[in-house]
Nanobody, 124 residues
Framework: QSQFVESGGGSVQPGGSLRLSCAAS????????IGWFRQAPGKDREGVSC?????YYKAAVKGRFTISRDNANDTVDLLMNGLEPEDTGVYYC????????????????????WGQGTQVTVSS
């Protein structure tokens, strides 16, 4: 059973916004690097953004998406503005324990824990 859970997906029109949240039972996400990945129909999974001692974004979402930690709720959120049809897919959060100074990057194989995914659909 996955211990990471995504929420906040849905359907929006192009140009709209969504906020995804990643929560994990039994973990303090402050000590984890968290990555957001997505998979569109018929395509390979791709990394979107991650946060650890740094933040990192896929070029196609830079300037539109913002990843952040919500310490009050112990979640890692992905705020997605200016959504485009190409952003459609199932979004997954993933985590790995991060030692001090760990810098994240978007290699799926580096992450040990995965959520079940949440659907994001951008369509007019």
């Amino acid at each position: 059973q996955s211990q990471f859970v995504e929420s906040g997906g849905g359907s929006v029109q192009p140009g709209g916004s969504l906020r995804l949240s990643c929560a994990a039972s039994g973990f303090n996400l402050d000590y984890f690097a968290i990555g957001w990945f997505r998979q569109a129909p018929g395509k390979d999974r791709e990394g979107v953004s991650c946060i650890s001692g740094n933040t990192y974004y896929k070029a196609a979402v830079k300037g539109r998406f913002t990843i952040s930690r919500d310490n009050a709720n112990d979640t890692v959120d992905l705020l997605m503005n200016g959504l485009e049809p190409e952003d459609t897919g199932v979004y997954y959060c993933a985590g790995r324990a991060a030692p001090p100074g760990y810098m994240c990057y978007l290699n799926a194989g580096e992450y040990d824990y995965w959520g079940q995914g949440t659907q994001v659909t951008v369509s007019s």
